[in-house]
């Protein structure tokens, strides 16, 4: 605990230290900026949403102007003394006292200005503000106040300087056309640009020189590949399954999604829609189908004897933190097992949040059911998608046709077991209804004599499969599924003849299995699978109604053949079986109106059947007639359920009242133009991109736990750019960014500016970042001319160290790419999540997991091995040397100059040129004793060929 | 990240950077920085060499020897002569009601020890027949047989053996050690990771990963075949003096990049240019075995070469005497279900004791003859334990015997750093579940941490607006003061 508190000293003293002491104490206090710090420094550890100690909470107002546990009011606006917390404060009386200093207690005495803070705001009639990122964005003018306007070259610079201003810094003069083109293409299209490129751009005086730049950058096929890469990290892209087998999955077409998206500036409000419920719009495309592989990006757990339902939960609460944290920048996973700390977030809102995400079909299947066609022909894709979602209305169509009779119908009449008989386990009858008990086989059957009450004729047969558990709160249980059933008629003189049925109607078309199958014995039929959510209905019809006469009974056998992961049978093991002689379900049989309906599913299917494709996981929401309900989870324990939860986002972010009855209307609400955070948290994720610093330094944590941000006049500024005049366009944002003053500076800190601002927070000078994981392989592959340009497609393997791939019961193999796929934008590097590429790693890429807010850049030694030794940055220098010596000039000096030029664009100083050509000469007089047939053909080839390599290991090619 | 996030990962960054300054002796880069007034005289301070530990600590590192699969409890040592008496008859109900199984299905017959036990050693403890070697050490080992898990599958179990939690994107211990402790020798990874078995555990490399710290302290994982760490080898053809003028030239343009941006990164990179050269020579060195005596060979039954639990042995003895804080070794094989020959009960679990009983007897021998097993902790230990019921799966008898995963009890051990030999913790009477003296993985993990000088409690990270412990706070943890001397 004292390290806590500590900790909270710190952020709390450093961020004071940061705003410097520009803000003076006002007449009004604010709430946010001094009573909020005091209160979730020192107060709201007991006194929050987490721990509500004396029944006193300082999260809403409401509550900190009740009364606690004592029946003191906590505090009366206006009335300090009467305020039970200021009157404890103030004591010295350890009874009462707070905060709490005994052992073990949480907190120091507030100091006197502190307490005068609280006094005096309680005074002022005790105002409390929301946090500043629950506030939709502001504008606000501060063109008028500058002292140097000129320096202005965009919107966003006003702000920049405003802030430079007020702290008495002056702004770097602009960098030079190399150094800005050098960044600017990292930046827009994660690529170096070339010397043509260069060139071309310093011999261009036109004054819209730098925006031409700008528009050939973003027009760049390449830029799409940049943004997925960013994007990959908060999708937790990956091409394998996670876990522990950790095997293949085919989703490659959500990065070619994500590609083309980026290249085609989708409104980022649309790229949202279609990425989180795709799958609802009306008539989806098959990029919309595409899109919501975003959500089946999470794991699946394919591990022998894994529980299916533990892990499509964990799927669920990946996708409700993942959505928080990448687009909302909310920690709501705190949520998850308590009402948040600091955020007027209660516990509720997070189950509230996952029933958006709880009714989709897929469950942790090996298969990654439901998958999705996608025709290898684009011309043939959205007939593809087409076919496929037609098929599934066709299907409930055919069902409806008895669905609709199969409770309501009063003809039912149980059906009475005279014999039961169990391959395995133990088989008896209770009032009608079977249960079973033991172990049960994969395969069990169960083998039962049953007698009719009345004669007649038999026009259908009802299954019903119930859940032994009785508490609904407990379900699901274990699959429950009926793979064949078989029934004969023996009449009284023990003739037998079999009932052939025809077909069968379900309560419900859900799930990865058919019910017909059952009456086919070759699939796994119908039931709950892989869980059993609730009683289940289904009715088979026989071919010709069946006639019974007295002392006739029914021969029975109940198949079950599904099983689980780790062979657990999902045997049915509590069922009824009823009769009915109602003509009109036989009548059923030659309806045209059916018979037409399933003339046109097949006639579909077998269209759909002729087109090729890849199967990737989608989104897909259950049909209404079977919704999972969604229940709070005690302690965040998800065996420990609670009330039942309908759909909601947090009132504190839905001040506009949008709908959010399900997915689609909740995306709308986040992409609302009064959504306080969508605009904010992308515009702050961009900027950190391009200035190497968020204006909120914690990309996924604008709340009151955040980092404060540095400039909010600036982010708000560009939240509303880009939500309103930009109209949600990505491109438009990153061009006011690349094209403003304060991005054109140079990165160049004299001592004074290093000192003041070590870490550049005030942005006095242009940034100054590490190349990303993707771009030091990308750029190496760029300067040594090996770069293969191709956009989407599977992912490929450029060479990896051999024995890499461990995984335990997997045969998946690494094999090296050859021809152009060596080649590729790392991008397309395949993506194990068990055994990430090594080299990417090393330069912090995550393993995609989970969802990534930010990457943590780090500079260690392992990096200085990669790009020593790794071969595939030896053949890049291999390549590069050759490049320096045919295009590089006659002379040494004048190759390694050149070299200097393509890896940093910039112009090699003489003791660069001189330090690197004393090298080279002593490495040529080394190899000419030394083994160099490795490298190269003589003793100056080889040499040049570590040139290169040093070169590719600079600062300057590493930096940007 | 927030600011204090940033101020400990700059702190960080910026031990490396001083750590390295103070052990420096060559090259360029050093004398140059020297020369800017940026030797460890200036920035060292003797308080940082404490690191953030919070009492003296008993041990200075650890070795943990994950048996991944998950051994047989009652096949090794924990000795249960009821449940022998139980062999083959019904389980009774009151043993499956309400449990989750992997593959046990219905109602499975229960299955006394496969092999004999014996008493051993002074402190007369319970051992099978099957681990005549590790028997020699007994005296030295504290084995506490009460550990329980609330996991039953193998990733999420070893999930949260090494990162305390279920979920992917959480440090492991080694990430919080080296986090909190840095690193004595700045020529090798503070955190290192040796993998036999043929196979890596079943969470992957997450077991090792760094999760929301900053990927400085994630585990290296080192290799018997190839290069012992990933692209440790210069290329064929650069020999060392080379990559000596290689280096000495990159810094001296990194060193005019610096004088002109001002850049700290620029420095850092500088010093880690320097750290990368020094660990091609040590590191090579610390995993060379070729060098060591015959004697040492034989005792241990090591190969050099091959890639085997008993290379992994000696490698750790070697990194433990260089200084390396957090040695994590994983041997796959003991998932014995009995669904195949490889891994059964009566044949392929013989195997995998005979594979790792010399080693660790050979381990723990050489530590103590060298004086290191009085500041080293060894944990050895599965990540769950397995069924007093023979395993059904598919609810049919099965060819080989085997038992299925139980996270009701299993059994641990440790030596070394203070750790009082001898026996801790009960099971019920057929090893079914930890009845006495309970010990969870986050008593364990506080356990271990206390060795090292830390408060569990207190071995914080901020994120995600919590200041995040390896131990958690969904249960509530202990340190098992009962285990020190």
Known sequence: ?960 | MNIFEQLNHDTAMHNSRRQFLKNCVAGVGTSWLTSMGLDAATVVHSEDEKGLSHFAPKAKRVIFLHMAGAPSQLELFDYKPELSALNGKDCPEEFLEGQRFAFIQGVPKMLGSVFPFHKAGESQQWISDRLPYTEKVIDDLCIIKSLHTDQFNHAPAQLLMHTGNINLGNPSIGSWVTYGLGNENQNLPGYIVLASGGKAPSAGKSVWGSGFLPSVYQGVQCRSKGDPVMYLSSPEGVSSDIRRKTMDAINKVNEEAYEEAKDPETLTRISQYEMAFRMQIHASDAFDLKGEPDYIHEMYGTQPGKESFANNCLLARRLAERGTRYIQLFHWGWDSHGAGESEALNSGFKRQCRDTDKPIYALITDLKQRGLLDDTLIVWGGEFGRTPMRENRGGAEMKFIGRDHNPGAFTMWMAGAGVKPGEYGETDPIGYRAVKDKVSVQDLQATILNRLGFNHKQLVYPFNGLDQTLTGVIKPSRVVNELFL
């Open chain 1, 1 to 960: 605990m004292r390290n806590k508190l500590l900790s909270f000293g710190l952020i709390f003293s450093t961020t004071a230290l940061l705003v410097n002491a520009e803000e003076k104490v006002g007449e009004k206090i604010s709430f946010n900026e001094k009573i909020r710090p005091i209160l979730n420094r020192s107060c709201v550890g007991c006194h929050g949403g987490v721990k509500k100690a004396g029944d006193v909470s300082f999260i809403y107002r409401a509550e900190a102007l009740g009364k606690g546990e004592s029946g003191k009011p906590i505090i009366v606006p206006g009335k300090p003394e009467e305020s039970d917390m200021y009157r404890r404060i103030i004591s010295d009386d350890p009874k009462i006292m707070m905060p709490l200093v005994e052992e073990g207690g949480h907190s120091k005495p507030l100091n006197e200005e502190e307490i005068q803070l609280i006094k005096t705001w309680i005074e002022q009639g005790a105002h409390w503000e929301e946090h500043w990122a629950y506030i939709k964005p502001q504008q606000v003018d501060v063109s008028k106040d500058l002292n140097n306007p000129s320096w202005v070259k965009q919107p966003m610079d006003h702000y920049i300087l405003k802030r430079l201003e007020s702290l008495n810094l002056k702004p770097t003069k602009e960098a030079d056309k190399a150094q800005w083109l050098r960044r600017a293409s990292l930046d827009i299209i994660g690529l170096p640009p070339t010397t043509a490129e260069l060139d071309a751009f310093l011999a261009n005086n036109n004054p819209n020189a730098y925006e031409q730049e700008v528009d050939r950058l973003l027009a760049s096929p390449r830029y799409g590949e940049r943004w997925a890469s960013l994007w990959m990290d908060l999708a937790r892209y990956s091409d394998t399954k996670g876990y522990e087998k950790d095997g293949h999955r085919d989703v490659w077409q959500y990065r070619e999604w994500l590609i083309n998206a980026f290249n085609k500036d989708m409104p980022y409000d649309e790229f949202l829609r279609d990425q989180l419920a795709g799958d609802l719009i009306e008539k989806p495309t098959a990029d919309q189908m595409i899109a919501t592989a975003f959500s089946r990006n999470t794991q699946t757990n394919t591990e022998g004897g894994t529980d299916d339902e533990e892990f499509r939960v964990s799927a669920v609460i990946d996708r409700v933190n993942t959505t928080w944290s990448a687009l909302q920048g909310v920690t709501f996973g705190c949520t998850q097992c308590h009402s948040h700390p600091y955020e007027p977030i209660p516990h509720e809102d997070y189950y509230k949040f996952s029933a958006f995400f709880d009714n989709t079909e897929d469950c942790d299947l090996d298969n990654e059911y439901p998958q999705f066609l996608i025709a290898n022909d684009p011309a043939k894709r959205d007939e593809a998608t087409t076919l496929q979602l037609s098929i599934d209305k066709l299907r409930q169509k055919v069902n409806d046709f008895g669905k609709t009779k199969i409770t309501k119908a009063a003809s039912w009449k149980p059906l009475h077991f005279t014999e039961l008989k169990a391959s395995s386990g133990n088989i008896e009858v209770k009032d009608g209804v079977v249960e079973t008990s033991g172990t049960h086989a994969v395969h069990t059957h169960f083998n039962l004599k049953a007698n009719v009450v009345k004669p007649g004729n038999v026009t259908a047969i009802r299954f019903s499969i119930i859940p032994q558990e009785k508490d609904v709160k407990k379900l699901p249980e274990r699959g429950s599924v009926l793979s064949h059933l078989i029934v004969e008629k023996v009449a009284a003189d023990g003739t037998k003849s079999g009932v052939v049925f025809k077909k069968v109607f379900a309560d419900s078309i859900t799930g990865p299995y058919d019910p017909q199958q059952s009456i086919m014995g070759g699939g796994a039929g119908f039931g709950g699978y892989p869980k059993l959510f609730k009683r289940r209905e289904a009715v088979y019809i026989p071919v010709e109604p069946v006639s019974m006469m007295a002392g006739d009974y029914l021969q029975i056998r109940v198949h079950s053949a599904a099983s689980t992961t780790g062979g657990q049978a999902c045997t049915v093991r509590k069922f009824q079986m009823f009769t009915s002689q109602d003509p009109s379900w036989s009548a059923l049989l030659t309806n045209p109106d059916y018979l037409a309906t399933e003339a046109e599913l097949a006639q579909k299917r077998g269209v759909l059947s002729k087109i090729k494709g890849t199967r990737i996981p989608v989104l897909k929401e259950r049909p209404k007639d079977n919704l999972r309900e969604t229940r709070l989870f005690i302690g965040g324990l998800w065996l420990n359920k609670g009330d039942k939860q309908e759909r909601g986002v947090p009132m504190v972010l839905n001040e506009y009242n949008a709908k959010t009855d399900d997915r689609l209307a909740m995306v709308k609400w986040m992409t609302h133009k009064d959504n306080p955070l969508t605009s904010r948290v992308m515009a702050n994720r961009v900027f950190a991109e391009l200035f190497g610093r968020g204006i909120v330094e914690t990309l996924g944590d604008l709340g009151s736990s955040g980092v404060k941000p540095t400039n909010l006049p600036l982010l708000d500024h560009l939240a509303l750019s880009f939500q309103g005049k930009y109209q949600w366009s990505l491109k438009k944002l990153l061009r006011e960014m690349v094209l403003s003053a304060a991005y054109r500076q140079g990165n160049k800190a004299t001592e004074d500016l290093a000192r003041r601002d070590p870490r550049n927070l005030w942005l006095a000078r242009g940034p100054r970042t590490r190349l990303t994981a993707e771009m030091v392989r990308d750029n190496a592959l760029t300067v040594s001319g090996l770069a293969h340009h191709q956009i989407g497609g599977r992912s490929v393997m450029p060479p990896q160290p051999s024995g890499v791939w461990q995984s335990v019961y997997s045969g998946a193999k690494w094999t090296d790419a050859k021809g152009p796929n060596r080649y590729r934008r790392s991008v397309y590097t395949y993506w194990k999540r068990t055994s990430p590429y090594p080299s990417m790693t090393t330069f912090d890429a995550p393993s995609r997991d989970v969802c990534v807010p930010q990457r943590i850049p780090t500079n260690t030694p392992l990096q200085a091995l990669v790009t020593l030794n790794d071969p595939v940055f030896l053949e890049c220098s291999q390549h590069f040397s050759k490049r320096m010596k045919s295009e590089g000039g006659a002379t040494v000096k004048s190759q390694i100059a050149y070299g200097y030029k393509l890896v940093t664009q910039q112009k090699a100083s003489d003791h660069t040129v001189k330090t690197l050509a004393e090298l080279y000469h002593q490495l040529v007089a080394d190899y000419k004793t030394q083994d160099h047939s490795k490298l190269a053909s003589n003793p100056e080839d080889a040499a040049m060929v570590i040139i290169g390599n040093a070169l590719l290991n600079i600062d300057a090619a590493i930096t940007k």
